[in-house]
């Protein structure tokens, strides 16, 4: 026997022999009618190789398993025959559904793949086109969204009625608001179709004589009854400041206010001012030759000379700082006595001239005057005390002096109007007010690396020459956003409105430069913060101290809730009934969007905890959740009694904190985006701190607050947008805050009951507190008013009123001549000829970018002679 007969591995060799191949003995199948497989169809049946394998293994050996080499041999030759033609299987074929083969597969991918390149060079395209189109003016001529409700309103006119047209007061119809159960007004400005209508009477042959304000009855200016000394414009005493004129009565027609109230203030509403009784006093209305500002040759002028005659003032010369320095001088004995300053701040400073004279004051005194407010009640305990000591009836001291800080810039274009508007304010409300008031300028330097005014004094006094207009210089401290930074350090910054606005800018951080100014300024109690494009047709002192009275005389039980809510008197009724009213929602609530669910059963509030409709009154300082977030609060104010038991006592004659021309809203749960723009404080959870806020950052502070602010910054490196910041310190805090509803008045006939709710649809009807609140995503209904941030009711009535055109409606041929084929439906179709505007005393904001027609007077510079030989 050879070696490859003993070696049973030689069988595999396909050139050795062959062993025979017995196969199973069983019936043949017949062959099953299945597809038609391709070449490349990867299909195969793991499952069924494996069985037909063992099967095929243990029926094809005749030995059995007992025999090793003949199972191997056998197996490695079922093995390889196998390979070539599988026997059939046990199961029946399993069906598959049709597959598309690889080359269709990949022409499908490449058409996809094709079709989103062009679907992306085709959004590419249309844009392109789209831009094109905008820029050359070619709009795609779309369906304009539906527009707000009140814009469907009708416009008011008769707030354009003319002097010619006055009428008393008490006679007057207005226009707007009228009762329900009244007809609609029946003035031609809206006739009605086939009835003759009434027209207002025009009295074209005599106009309204005008008359002095200061002897307006009631007036609260101080007089030589107060025994004060009277404030000249000149050093010799010798130039008066001319005093406003006004007429009596409205021109017919003219609307009432719908929101606010002159009651209330005992402001006058009895009377109205043109243009020329107005500014006059100021220079405006006679050329610059004569002292004036070359304003007025335009429009209606009939009547307008007896005003001028005693209005005309040579103001080339005036130095307001210094005006305002000896206005104080003259009349220092009336007022609380001052701190000496071993470095007095940049700009004006009062106390500059009085180092030698002014009475002393002891450094405890200063310091409390800093920390704690003074109470009203002991000083006039005080006053009268030394009344009855002297022989004679002494006047009232120990006055509390407030400075009116009004904002600007170093950029700033000023021009005539701005120029009278700011000299009204300083005659107004210090010299009037024989050094009550002072008015500051704090202009911000925007680009403080080009000037370096905080490295060169120098610097800093030709940076003012340069941007300040020279009567106005004196008045003038500078800031910047870099000095704010270095004061104020460490603020984090959240970037509520993008990087470019810092919370140290002026957009966000204006608040801090209010700050530090009343910390260098110690001589005073109180601070307006005020603005540039704020306009007042009355008399700004006659304003202010009424508006100081009678936040002085509110009590603080129901405060916080009443600052929250507009005072419209033609829904709401008296104040009394107002005050009731915001105390029954706030202790019950009011059915709302937000709350309308909180009812029912298993509903869970912000907090988790079964929600209720009513809220609690605040009653002394709301603090903040975290008590590591409480700062200095030993000396904040506490509730004499309990809420339930105080008689609307607590408050009354107490000084006022805060003093706002607008609601003092919650801003939780609103749409207000600046409502998170506040840090500091502990927020872990979400739990923000207690907060409140007013639109408009004008507004009086007391030194107290503006303290409070300026440490909380500085040391606790806390701080919020700055028309919440105020509000906000005095809420935690527990100062007294007040809203002052002045009379605002609307631009279009909206209904009384709609436009309350509009107003006060927040929590439980106030105006904030809830998404329903009309401050955020429904502010676009503020804009017809004659009060709000970006309202454009006030600027239109304020243009018209000096005698400008506004959408072509208005100006000079509109005052002087009627068109009798107009219809007085509309502002655009009244008939004119009333003569020059009268409006009664109310507030506007904003007056942007005014600019009045200016007659240029011929320049006295002698004239070259001409040369022959040219």
Not at 12 to 36: C, F, I, Q
Not at 654 to 669: C, K, M, N
Request: proline share 8%.
């Amino acid at each position: 026997m050879g070696l490859a007969s003993l070696n049973p591995l030689r069988l595999r060799d396909p050139r050795g022999p062959k062993l025979p191949l017995y196969k199973e003995l069983r019936p043949a199948k017949p062959p099953s009618p299945t597809k038609e497989r391709y070449s490349d169809d990867d299909y195969s049946s793991e499952e069924s190789d494996d069985e037909e394998s063992d099967a095929s293994y243990s029926s094809s050996s005749p030995r059995g398993s007992r025999d090793s080499a003949g199972s191997s041999s056998s197996a490695a030759g079922l093995m390889l025959r196998k390979k070539q033609s599988p026997p059939p299987s046990r199961r029946p074929a399993r069906k598959y559904l049709y597959r598309l083969p690889n080359k269709v597969v990949r022409y499908l991918c490449i058409g996809m793949m094709m079709t989103i390149i062009i679907f992306i060079f085709s959004l590419v395209r249309a844009s392109q086109v789209e831009n094109k189109n905008i820029a050359e003016g070619k709009l795609s001529h779309k369906k304009p969204a539906a527009p707000p409700p009140w814009e469907s309103f009708e416009f008011l006119t008769r707030y354009y009625g003319g002097i010619k047209s006055i009428v008393p007061f008490s006679d007057n119809v207005p226009e707007y608001p009228r009762l329900q159960d009244e007809g609609p007004y029946n003035a031609s400005s809206k006739p009605q179709q086939g009835s003759n209508a009434k027209t207002p009477e025009v009295n074209s042959a005599k106009i309204p004589r005008s008359k002095l304000f200061t002897g307006y009855p009631g007036s609260v200016l101080p007089t030589s009854a107060d025994q004060v000394h009277e404030c000249f414009l000149d050093k010799e005493n010798t130039v008066r400041v001319p005093s406003l004129h006004y007429l009596e009565g409205r021109p017919h027609g003219f609307p009432d206010n719908i929101v606010g109230s002159y009651e209330l203030f005992s402001l006058p509403e009895d009377i109205c001012f043109d243009r020329f009784g107005r500014y006059a006093p100021y220079g405006y209305g006679y050329s610059s030759a004569s002292g004036g500002l070359g304003l007025g040759e335009h429009g209606d002028k009939d009547g307008s000379e007896e005003i001028l005659e005693s209005s005309k003032v040579d103001w080339s010369n005036i130095n307001w700082a210094d005006a305002q320095q000896r206005c104080y001088l003259a009349n220092a004995r009336r007022y609380k006595p001052m701190a000496a300053r071993g470095n007095p701040p940049h700009g004006f400073y009062i106390g500059d001239k009085f180092e030698e004279t002014k009475l002393d004051a002891q450094p405890d005194e200063i310091k409390a005057r800093d920390t704690t407010h003074v109470n009203p009640e002991q000083t006039k305990t005080a006053s009268a005390s030394e009344a009855s000591e002297s022989a004679a009836p002494e006047p009232e001291m120990n006055v509390a002096r407030t400075a009116i800080v009004v904002r600007c810039w170093d950029e700033y274009l000023w021009n005539e109007e701005t120029v009278i508007n700011l000299r009204a304010l300083i005659a107004e409300l210090s010299l009037a007010s024989a050094g009550r008031y002072d008015v500051h300028l704090l202009v911000q330097v925007r680009n403080d690396a080009k000037y370096p005014i905080w490295a060169d004094d120098e610097t800093y006094r030709s940076h003012i020459r340069e941007t300040i207009p020279t009567e106005f210089q004196g008045m003038a401290t500078l800031w910047s956003e870099t000095q704010m930074l270095a004061v104020y350090q460490g603020v984090h910054d959240l970037f509520t409105r993008g990087p470019d606005l810092p919370i140290h800018g002026s957009y966000r951080g204006l608040q801090m430069a209010m700050q530090h100014f009343a910390y260098n300024h110690p001589e005073y109690d109180f601070y307006w913060q005020w603005e540039m494009d704020i306009r007042y047709t009355g008399h700004y002192y006659d304003l202010l101290a009424r508006m100081e009275n009678w936040s002085k005389a509110q009590p603080r039980k129901g405060l916080w809730e009443r600052n929250a809510r507009f005072y419209m008197p033609y829904v709401h009724g008296s104040w009394e009934d107002f005050k009731q009213m915001a105390r029954v929602q706030s202790e019950h609530g009011t059915l709302n969007a937000d709350n309308v669910w909180d009812k029912v059963p298993g509903s869970k509030g912000k907090n988790g905890h079964t929600p209720s409709l009513g809220e609690e009154s605040v009653w002394g300082p709301k603090r903040p959740h975290d008590k590591n977030d409480w700062f200095e609060t030993e000396f904040d104010p506490v509730p004499p009694t309990a809420y339930e038991r105080d008689k609307y006592t607590w408050g009354v004659g107490e000084e006022a904190d805060l003093i706002t021309f607008s609601p003092i809203f919650d801003p939780e749960g609103t749409t207000w985006k600046l409502a998170d723009d506040i840090t500091g404080y502990n927020t872990t959870g979400g739990r923000a701190p207690p907060r409140r806020a007013q639109i408009i950052t004008a507004s009086r502070m007391s030194r107290r607050l503006l303290l409070q602010m300026h440490r909380e910054t500085a040391h606790k490196k806390r701080h919020a947008f700055p028309e919440m910041w105020p509000a906000t310190v005095a809420l935690q805090h527990g100062y007294k805050a007040v809203f002052a509803p002045h009379p605002l008045f609307v631009d279009r006939e909206w209904p009384t009951e709609y436009m309350a709710r509009v107003l006060n649809g927040g929590r439980n009807g106030a105006s904030g507190g809830s998404r329903a609140s009309v401050f955020g995503d429904r502010e676009h209904n503020m804009k017809g008013l004659t009060w709000f941030y970006n309202a454009g009711f006030s600027g239109n009535l304020y243009r018209r009123w000096l005698g400008l055109r506004v959408n072509n409606d208005g100006g000079e041929e509109f005052e002087t001549t009627p068109d009798m084929s107009k219809d007085n439906a509309s502002p655009g179709t009244m008939r004119g000829g009333e003569g020059r505007m009268c409006l009664p005393p109310m507030l506007l904001h904003p007056i942007k970018d005014v600019v009045l027609p200016v007659v240029q007077s011929v320049s006295d510079t002698a004239v070259p002679e001409s040369d022959p030989a040219a």
